[in-house]
């Protein structure tokens, strides 16, 4: 009998364990199919010059988002260290995984003592969502953490659960002024380094706030208050970028249009179980916090599909994570009999499923013939190709003319920069005028003198794009191909702008 009280918490942890050993194998192999050369970008620039790195992507001398306590960090570890950018990243996804399982770790324990709840929040955060494969920054599936570990927002989510453990309990032990003011520093230090995660993290202290039995006293609510006014003052402060001009979305809302769509394949697990749970949750306590977060998450979200500020949706962890928290603490607690005995069974295929959706991501760190025949068809988000073949020849701060896809979002994490910017720039004047002078240059009718004014005018000094493309005439002598990549890549050099 004991063996069998004990098997499902075993399981869990050797589940649990399994996945950890695989993110570590992530953070060696670096997955790259996303926005980590933005991210190399942010250290290149930040090593060059720490006090005014100017924008990570295109040599203009503008604020960025992206230079955040955490990324100055980083820099400064690579400065001292002798480290590269991609050494440094790695090094941030180490991290950033430690934080995120010890947060999880040390939030569930605010709610529950038993010891298989820990190992069943991270299988449900990791592996509960749907049968569609879907990965975002800030979502911690195990999709997203396989590309994204290195990211701020893993970092910025990890930083976010310890603060919800530590005011959960600082409001229970009744802290004084000076551990309101540390959790005051802590959330300035989550929305300064993911804005996004800011959001969801500000929600979750919300429902922290109001669902703490016995409510907060007018002392504790003043503490409280200090310590928001101290994060807001550090907010200001920060002399990176005027954080008040990001609110409302920073003009992303057609990037993150696709949030709100597939949404029944790609949550249907989490929904089908987490969310009853947390409505039974709350018909037993009207002010449970895993309740309430979903709630304010679930408000914030409809309103930005509502008015279509689609950025608005980058909360959807506020809604995910209460509902694979309060499950994994049902299925911990369950017992007696009826549905709550059968919860851990059906929770177990839930999890088989989520496991199986998300398996393609073996290939990132396995060979084909090692991975289990069964599991070599399932699907995974493909990675970028390489550009190791291009950067060698193009020298750090130097200006590359391209309109590829993949270039334009992995040059940059190597030092050199792009005439037109990667992703939508809030703080960029002239992105406009980049993007269309990009266009122009690769338009098959615009003249050999129009092009050779663009790269003149941005201080272009190489040129990527498809072999036979426009943007060269077949014997140019102002452009001589210094190296050829796969897919039909050509490297060249402007020899007379």
Not at 122 to 138: K, N, P, T
Not at 466 to 477: H, L, S
């Amino acid at each position: 009998m004991a063996f069998r009280a004990h098997l499902p918490q075993r399981t869990a942890a050797v589940a649990a364990l399994l996945l950890a050993v695989l993110l570590l194998l992530m953070v060696v192999r670096l997955p790259w199919s996303g926005d980590l050369g933005m991210h190399g970008a942010v250290l290149e620039r930040l090593r060059a010059d720490l006090f005014h790195p100017g924008n990570p992507l295109v040599d203009a001398d503008t604020p960025s988002a992206y230079y955040s306590p955490w990324t100055v960090a980083l820099a400064l570890v690579a400065t001292a260290s002798g480290w590269g950018t991609f050494g440094v990243l790695r090094l941030a996804g180490l991290a950033g995984l430690v934080l995120l399982g010890t947060g999880i770790a040390a939030f569930v324990r605010t709610f529950t003592r038993r010891r298989a709840a820990v190992p069943l929040a991270v299988l449900c955060v990791l592996l509960l969502y749907g049968v569609r494969v879907f990965a975002w920054s800030g979502v911690p599936g195990l999709s997203s953490l396989c590309l994204t570990l290195a990211y701020p927002s893993t970092f910025a989510l990890g930083l976010a659960f310890h603060l919800w453990a530590l005011l959960r309990r600082g409001l229970r032990e009744r802290w004084g002024l000076p551990g309101f003011l540390g959790l005051g520093v802590l959330l300035a230090g989550v929305l300064l380094t993911h804005q996004f995660t800011g959001a969801v993290a500000l929600l979750g202290v919300a429902a922290v706030l109001l669902g703490a039995r016995p409510l907060p006293n007018r002392e504790l609510w003043l503490r409280a208050g200090a310590g928001a006014l101290l994060a807001s003052a550090l907010l200001l402060c920060w002399p990176y970028y005027p954080v008040l001009a990001l609110v409302g979305g920073g003009g992303l809302d057609a990037v993150h249009r696709p949030l709100y769509s597939h949404m029944a394949q790609r949550f249907c697990l989490v929904a089908a179980l987490g969310v009853p749970v947390l409505a039974v949750r709350w018909r037993r306590d009207h002010r449970d916090p895993l309740a309430l977060f979903f709630a304010l998450g679930a408000v914030v979200f409809a309103a930005g599909w509502l008015s279509g500020h689609y950025a608005w949706g980058r909360v959807l962890p506020a809604l995910l994570l209460p509902a694979q928290l309060a499950l994994a603490l049902e299925v911990a607690g369950a017992g007696g009999g009826g549905l709550r005995r059968a919860l851990p069974a059906v929770t177990a295929v839930a999890l088989l499923a989520g496991a199986w959706t998300q398996a393609g991501v073996l290939t990132y760190v396995l060979r084909k013939d090692a991975i289990p025949p069964v599991l070599r068809e399932v699907r995974a988000i493909g990675l970028w190709p390489g550009f190791g073949w291009a950067t060698a020849h193009v020298p750090k701060g130097a200006t590359v003319m391209t309109d590829d896809y993949y270039a334009l979002r992995t040059l940059p994490a190597y030092g050199p920069y792009t005439v037109a910017p990667a992703y939508p720039d809030l703080f960029l004047p002239d992105e406009r005028r980049r993007r269309e002078a990009t266009r122009r240059y690769f338009a098959p009718a615009t003249s050999r003198a129009e092009r050779l004014g663009i790269l003149k005018e941005y201080g272009v000094r190489w040129v990527l794009h498809k072999n036979g493309g426009a943007g060269r005439a077949p014997a140019d002598p102002a452009l001589r191909t210094v190296a050829r990549g796969p897919g039909g890549l050509v490297l060249l050099e402007v020899v007379r702008p």
